[in-house]
């Protein structure tokens, strides 16, 4: 690396440390390296447009996000937890449960960890908190850990995110996402189910079996977006992109004319609300685009693809090293980061070894997700202690045991690749 790039390196982290948002630190950081570098500062804009243009499949995440908002405006939130309470609310620790089969439904429609548990999971954490039989520390774990699936289990802004930075097919990404995700949740639910026998946690309040029905229709029409949306891109019918325009269109038909819950001051909220988060993400994207090219222009990617093979590092060793340096790094920076500019780097070694990409990017976007419940960062902590007033200590003392079982599934799906490469090649993936 060049002494102006380790600068340029030193600005950006310095930057993002002292409290810049990471997007205008990139901002800053690249613009220093061009005019240190004597090159045209057109470059910036050049390559921010080029990029944002040229991927079609960027405007999945706009659409993705003002769907999920809509869903969680429009009282989707609590007939998913009627349906789930009627399934899993009789068992011991039954809120609990309830909360991280919510998560595996609602991570159908949303794709992002944070709408999950700002929805569905801050309600049925109140609800733990309010009936006093669930420590509320725990309470907030089990809504932030289980908000983690929801980027997994298709649709997933963030694996959109990857495809982008990995020129990776979205639709065989998403299908890869499905077996994992729900492999995060049922390994939740037998951790909650462990610690509720060993803690003596008190039985939930199921709904009766003879209310399952009308339960059932109620929750329906939210039911049926994630088999609307993976028909739409697995049946041939739409893109990736086109079936994010028809989850929104679909969630806001379901939230003015059947639900009839969103008035028109909450939809100019929702639609103001997506466009701010749209912002942020777009910033982000825009500050990695200038960023990855100067990473090109001083051939990094190449270089430390020479370098593993010159050490014969095993595909799975490398995977693995890769895994404990994003674990560590996902407790100081935020997923969109991680993606946009320390995946880029790993790309070509990953190639170079024959890792599938594919399997690559399930791997790494589970791993994100572990970071935002690890602290010291954390976001998902943050999220939900702003959300329900539980300190940030008592969140803590109880998030180890969902770290560790997250980490478990992690090891499985490096070690087992084709727990993640199954679906993808059932449905014509040749990886």
Wanted: hydrophobic fraction near 60%; charge should be neutral; aromatic fraction near 10%.
């Amino acid at each position: 690396m060049s002494t102006i790039f380790i600068l340029t390196l030193v600005a950006f982290f310095g930057l993002a440390v002292l409290g810049m948002p990471v997007a205008f630190a990139m901002f800053v950081a690249s613009i220093g390296y061009l005019i240190a570098t004597g090159r045209d500062l057109g470059l910036f804009g050049e390559q921010v447009l080029n990029g944002l243009y040229d991927s079609f499949v960027l405007l999945a995440v706009p659409l993705f996000i003002l769907a999920a908002n809509i869903m969680n405006a429009s009282g989707v939130s609590d007939r998913l937890f009627m349906f789930c309470q009627a399934l899993v609310g009789r068992f011991r620790g039954g809120l609990a449960q309830v909360d991280i089969l919510v998560s595996i439904i609602f991570s159908g429609m949303s794709g992002s960890a944070i709408a999950d548990a700002a929805g569905p999971g801050k309600l049925v954490t109140q609800m733990m908190i309010k009936q006093g039989r669930i420590p509320p520390g725990f309470a907030v774990c089990v809504a932030a850990s289980s908000a983690t699936i929801g980027p997994i289990i298709p649709p997933s802004i963030p694996m959109v995110i990857y495809a982008v930075v990995s020129d990776t097919s979205v639709g065989y990404l998403f299908l890869a996402g499905i077996i994992p995700g729900l492999i995060m949740g049922l390994s939740q639910m037998a951790l909650v189910g462990f610690v509720a026998r060993t803690r003596n946690f008190p039985r939930g309040e199921g709904i009766p079996l003879s209310k399952l029905p009308a339960t059932t229709f109620r929750a329906l029409p939210a039911l049926l977006m994630p088999v609307i949306l993976l028909y739409c891109i697995y049946g041939g019918a739409t893109t990736p992109t086109e079936a994010a325009a028809i989850a929104a269109a679909y969630a806001l038909v379901l939230a003015v004319f059947f639900y009839r819950e969103l008035s028109w001051k909450e939809a100019f909220s929702v639609l103001v609300d997506s466009s701010k988060a749209t912002s942020a993400v777009a910033l982000l994207i825009a500050g990695a685009l200038i960023f990855n090219y100067i990473v090109a222009s001083e051939r990094l990617p190449e270089q430390i693809g020479q370098l593993l093979s010159g050490l014969e590092v095993s595909p799975l060793v490398f995977l693995l090293l890769v895994n404990l340096l994003f674990l560590l790094l996902g407790c100081l920076f935020d997923a969109t980061t991680m993606l946009l500019v320390l995946v880029p780097l790993f790309l070509p070694a990953a190639r170079a070894l024959g890792i599938d990409l594919v399997h690559f990017g399930v791997v790494i976007v589970v791993n994100i997700m572990i970071g935002m419940i690890t602290p010291p960062y954390g976001v998902l902590l943050f999220v939900m202690s702003g959300l329900t007033g539980i300190s940030l200590r008592d969140i803590i003392r109880e998030i180890w045991a969902f770290i560790s079982i997250l980490i478990a599934a992690l090891l499985l799906m490096i070690f087992l690749p084709d727990v993640v490469l199954w679906l993808p090649r059932y449905f014509g993936y040749n990886g």
